[in-house]
């Protein structure tokens, strides 16, 4: 069985762009390549161009690490930049002739695929979804990790403040980010980036970034003083054009109707994320919630349940993630200040996220003087989870965003540590436990939960009887394989 797996950034990708995904297409990319029945192969899309503007090719990946160069491959050129937020607002989301060519003559020259794997669409226009009219024996496979095809913003996540329930028939889609990026720009940084790796340099390396540095501020001084230049001939304004709203009411039924019309399944990754697909019309025949395989799982079956509460009558939280408003950073922080003194007094807090303002720093330090503990880490790797979750007995998952199933809250989980979640997303699933979820953004609920912990505690047994096992990378392959085989 030959495979296709798509991603707008490639796994092996030298800056580690793509998150959660990039990992688990890595590890899938790994399980498959071990099976004698199975040959995989990977392109990605959206973040290599030229200088030249030349246009859309495919070719053997030719830059960074050179593991796999013999099954990894990129489309150079798309009109399609990736990330999403980095075409916002682009019709060639949708269409772009020569793009898809270029997809298409990949597909004629280095198949034929048994199955092409989607688990993602940014970074290509949403018509190759069509290769059916081409090669009609090849099964077309969708995996939602997102909602690009509903959100041109990916995460129904309304001008960065608010879950988005209505997009207005795309008028609130044309200004929800809160800035424009110069797709042009984009793509001259893209395309510089590009040929230095190519050449050899590499991100995060002093050859590289000062070069690359330097030849931006050359290239961007020549486009100003260009653009200048032609503003004072043709005797005009620079002008900073929003994104029309006629191309974001139509988006969403576009992107539905060519899933529904050339997908034969669209893997879901939670039953929250199957439920919102349905709500913004996938077909229920083709929509089926796959929890994604994760490397995770084998830390399962070396740990074990925690005794809770402690006999100290204390217990330790963590948050592990980002300080931003969607995960819930500032929501959660709102809650645990509003806490009297008596209950933190009796609450540990591990918090592993980026150094934030200093508004927000100096509010960390002020709860962690009223809290029983706090210990404080400037981000993390995933090298540094045992270490970091040792003695943790409680894992946040505030979210006020839809997250389809953080890959955090896997990592927890998996480490048989209870979660406390938000209703929002698929991290509720995990733990199968009414008792620890409560209504996101809701302070007063969130704190209820923790008020009922610190009192009550709850029946540990009792939840890990409840609670999903992991799906490791072998049952999740045996997975992928039926669907492929349409069973």
């Known amino acids: 069985m030959k495979i296709l797996y798509y991603n707008w950034a490639d796994y092996l990708d030298s800056q580690n762009r793509g998150g959660g995904v990039t990992v688990y297409q890595r590890n899938l990319m790994e399980e498959t390549g071990n099976q004698a029945e199975i040959e995989p192969v990977f392109l990605s899309s959206g973040l290599g161009h030229d200088l030249s503007g030349r246009p859309p090719r495919w070719e053997a990946v030719r830059h960074g690490a050179r593991l796999d160069r013999d099954r990894r491959y990129e489309i150079v050129n798309s009109a399609v930049l990736a990330p999403a937020h980095h075409a916002f607002g682009s019709l060639a989301q949708l269409y772009h002739a020569p793009t898809e060519a270029a997809f298409f003559d990949f597909l004629d020259k280095t198949g034929p695929y048994d199955v092409v794997h989607f688990n993602n669409l940014e970074g290509l226009p949403a018509g190759v979804l069509r290769l059916k009219e081409r090669f009609p024996e090849t099964r077309v496979i969708l995996s939602l990790h997102n909602y690009y095809p509903f959100c041109p913003q990916v995460n129904l996540w309304r001008d960065e403040r608010a879950t988005c329930t209505d997009n207005e028939g795309g008028a609130a889609c044309a200004t929800c980010l809160p800035h424009n990026h110069n797709q042009r720009a984009l793509r001259l940084a893209d395309a510089l980036s590009y040929r230095l790796r190519v050449a050899g340099l590499e991100p995060g390396r002093p050859g590289y970034d000062l070069t690359y540095r330097w030849l931006w501020r050359i290239g961007g001084r020549s486009a100003r003083a260009l653009g200048w230049a032609k503003r004072r001939l043709a005797g005009q304004k620079q002008a900073q054009i929003r994104p029309d709203t006629s191309h974001f009411a139509t988006r969403r039924q576009a992107m539905v109707d060519l899933i529904n019309s050339q997908c034969d399944a669209v893997l879901c990754v939670s039953d929250a994320v199957r439920e919102i697909a349905l709500t913004h019309g996938v077909s229920a025949e083709i929509a089926r919630t796959s929890y994604i395989g994760t490397r995770a799982a084998e830390e399962f079956h070396r740990t074990a349940p925690r005794p809770f509460p402690r006999s100290d009558g204390q217990f330790t939280l963590a948050y592990l993630g980002y300080m931003r408003r969607d995960k819930g950073f500032y929501f959660l922080l709102d809650a645990l200040e509003a806490l009297p003194d008596v209950m933190l007094a009796r609450l540990r807090l591990v918090l592993a996220s980026r150094q934030g303002d200093a508004a927000t720093m100096r509010r960390i330090k002020a709860l962690g003087a009223r809290l029983a503990a706090l210990e404080y880490h400037d981000g993390y790797k995933h090298d540094d989870l045992d270490r970091l979750l040792d003695g943790v007995d409680i894992g946040l998952i505030p979210v ?68 999903m096992v992991p799906v490791g990378m072998g049952s999740h392959l045996e997975e992928l394989v039926t669907i492929y085989r349409g069973r």
């Open 400 to 467: 006020l965003w839809h997250d389809n199933l953080p890959q955090v809250a896997i990592e927890m989980h998996a480490r048989h540590i209870p979660l406390l979640t938000a209703d929002m997303g698929g991290a509720q699933e995990l733990g199968r436990a009414p008792q620890m979820v409560f209504p996101a953004g809701d302070v007063s609920a969130l704190q209820a939960r923790l008020k009922t912990l610190l009192a009550e505690g709850f029946d540990v047994n009792a939840y890990w009887a409840r609670a």
